[in-house]
């Protein structure tokens, strides 16, 4: 299953996190298939950059965000977008 989730950068003490597309059974920070934006937890407040058409394109061939970048998707309003028709 293709998943939209988190991969970790930065140094120890200040995150920083890509959001990519990747196989399920991919590690954390192993290989991609995309980088679809990024998340930085460190400003205030936390700084968000996805792209939206990316995103979109990957939800609805069916792609499931993880449950930390479906928070920001919903924040965001792009989840709301996904059942919408194209």
């Known amino acids: 299953m293709v998943r939209i989730r988190l991969r970790r950068l930065g140094a120890k003490g200040h ?5 990519v597309v990747t196989d399920q ?3 954390r920070d192993g290989a991609f298939i995309e980088q679809v934006g990024t ?4 400003t ?4 968000i950059k996805i792209d939206e058409e990316l995103t979109l394109k990957w939800l609805r061939q069916g792609a499931q965000p993880s449950d930390a970048v479906g928070g920001m998707l919903k924040k965001l309003g792009i989840l709301d977008k996904v059942k919408e028709p194209a």
Do not use: E, H
């Open 25 to 27: 059974r991919a590690m």
């Open 44 to 47: 205030d407040p936390p700084t």
């Open 15 to 19: 995150p920083a996190y890509r959001v």
């Open 39 to 42: 998340y930085d937890p460190m």
